[in-house]
T-cell receptor, first 112, second 112 residues
Framework: KQEVTQIPAALSVPEGENLVLNCSFTDSAIYNLQWFRQDPGKGLTSLLLIQSSQREQTSGRLNASLDKSSGRSTLYIAASQPGDSATYLC???????????FGTGTRLTIIP | ETGVTQTPRHLVMGMTNKKSLKCEQHLGHNAMYWYKQSAKKPLELMFVYSLEERVENNSVPSRFSPECPNSSHLFLHLHTLQPEDSALYLCASSHVENSPLHFGNGTRLTVT
């Protein structure tokens, strides 16, 4: 059974700093890995999807990496802004989107 | 505008009531999902419909009953719920193939 862990549960960082969020998983036979953000009282917004054959994906100031051998993914946010404050969740698929396993998320606060 | 619309946004119901949650997507996706989000717990997959056929019923109690009349609409019928069913219920959609999930803003359900 896939288990997904995100540590720390909460993180506060001054504006402008670069930061890394971590996601670890127990079963390396993955189909894809997805990173989402969730704002309070809202649904999830897809940020990046890394397929099993890929090592990283980039979108603007965001870069996600995948290391299946170590069971880890990182989400790198460059030049953080107050608007980046949200909860960030990673989700692992072992067989298509029908079998996504979510972590409990990291609540990020960017301090102006 | 997320492309996935859920109604109502908030719902308070007694344990003997019957109510329905509605989800609609205008993204041309062919898979739809119901997730439950409780405080401090990972998102729990409840139901998956792929090409309008239910493909996943993740051991959900029978007091929750899904319905997918077409590829754009998804319902979750609720009856005789328990207080522990209070949570944020999220609908999502995607292409069946390897693609990111798109979520609605959820229905905040309170069972009294």
């Amino acid at each position: 059974k896939q288990e997904v862990t995100q540590i720390p549960a909460a993180l506060s960082v001054p504006e402008g700093e670069n930061l890394v969020l971590n996601c670890s998983f127990t079963d390396s036979a993955i189909y894809n890995l997805q990173w989402f953000r969730q704002d309070p009282g809202k649904g999830l917004t897809s940020l990046l999807l890394i397929q099993s054959s890929q090592r990283e994906q980039t979108s603007g100031r965001l870069n996600a990496s995948l290391d299946k051998s170590s069971g880890r993914s990182t989400l790198y946010i460059a030049a953080s802004q107050p608007g980046d404050s949200a909860t960030y969740l990673c989700a692992i698929s072992n067989f298509g989107n029908e079998k996504l396993t979510f972590g409990t998320g990291t609540r990020l606060t960017i301090i102006p | 505008e997320t492309g996935v619309t859920q109604t109502p946004r908030h719902l308070v119901m007694g344990m003997t009531n019957k109510k329905s949650l509605k989800c609609e997507q205008h993204l041309g996706h062919n898979a739809m999902y119901w997730y439950k989000q409780s405080a401090k717990k990972p998102l729990e997959l409840m139901f998956v419909y792929s090409l309008e056929e239910r493909v996943e019923n993740n051991s959900v109690p029978s007091r929750f009953s899904p319905e997918c009349p077409n590829s754009s609409h998804l319902f979750l019928h609720l009856h005789t719920l328990q207080p522990e069913d209070s949570a944020l219920y999220l609908c999502a959609s995607s292409h069946v193939e390897n693609s990111p999930l798109h979520f609605g803003n959820g229905t905040r359900l309170t069972v009294t």
